[in-house]
């Protein structure tokens, strides 16, 4: 796959935005049904919390897309600095691809 296909693969991130887009579509309709003011004031929290998920999904896609980085890459390589060194998708699909067949 070429560079410009990864970089592409920010528009993917519009697949979960919209789930949680849609998530909290229902717990906003839902709560039109809910008389408790308890239980409003919780599902109007959750629907803000789904709202900030799915900005952060979409501007994470978007610095993706516009950049063709990715934001989390450093601090997984903080993480786990022996395994992501030297780590390349061009590299190591077809040796994961070749596993695959041989298992079988």
């Not at 229902?26 to 900030?52: I, N, P």
């Not at 900005?55 to 934001?71: A, I, M, N, Q």
Request: aromatic content about 10%; hydrophobic content about 50%; charged content about 15%.
């Amino acid at each position: 796959m070429c560079m410009g296909g990864f970089k592409a693969m920010g528009l993917l991130a519009m697949i979960p935005a919209a789930l949680l887009l849609t998530v909290s579509f229902f717990v906003l309709f839902t709560l039109r049904k809910v008389e408790s003011r308890g239980l409003k004031v919780f599902g109007y929290v959750v629907a803000a919390f789904l709202w900030l998920a799915a900005l952060l999904v979409v501007s994470v896609g978007g610095y993706r897309l516009t950049t063709g980085r990715y934001p989390m890459r450093p601090m997984m390589q903080k993480m786990m600095p022996g395994q992501m060194r030297g780590m390349s998708l061009d590299r190591q699909m077809p040796a994961m691809m070749h596993e695959q067949t041989e298992r079988k």
